[in-house]
């Protein structure tokens, strides 16, 4: 009978629980721990929430004490480059459409449920190589 892992992590002061998916039903044992801190910005935290939203996730069930461990479970599972370029999709969203009202809602929730803290979009810099 396999034993369920589970991993722990946090958003903030939210502390979480989760399965992560790479173990799920699997009957090998734990090897070792892996332990990361990741900074993540507005921006970042709503891409997560974005994929849930865009994956079939109801909004308006994005509330309460679940969300956070959402958000991890997101973040784990569909890793920092996905992250990364749903952020840059979501750079390009006109605010006017109902996409963009759909994320100012999102972006509002994730402030509000992860007491995120509300800075404006950074903009991208390029990469310039230097010396060779």
């Known amino acids: ?3 369920i892992s589970r991993a722990d992590g946090a958003v903030g002061a939210h502390r979480v629980s989760f399965i992560p998916v790479h173990r799920e039903g ?3 044992p734990e090897a070792v721990r892996l332990a990361v801190s990741v900074p993540m ?3 970042d935290l709503t891409a997560a929430a974005w994929i849930l939203v865009d994956g079939g996730f109801p909004l308006d069930e ?3 004490p679940d969300f956070p461990e959402l958000v991890v479970e997101t973040v784990f599972a569909e890793g920092g480059f996905r992250i990364d370029e749903v952020r840059e999709e979501l750079a390009t969203v006109s ?3 109902m996409q963009g009202q759909v994320l100012a809602l999102l972006r509002q929730r994730v402030c509000e449920l992860l007491d995120a803290v509300r800075a ?3 903009p991208e810099r390029e990469l310039v190589a230097v010396g060779a």
Do not use: N, Y
């Open 26 to 28: 699997k009957d090998t």
């Open 41 to 43: 910005s507005l921006d």
């Open 1 to 3: 009978m396999a034993t």
């Open 95 to 97: 605010p006017a459409s």
């Open 120 to 122: 404006p979009r950074q």
């Open 62 to 64: 994005l509330t309460g």
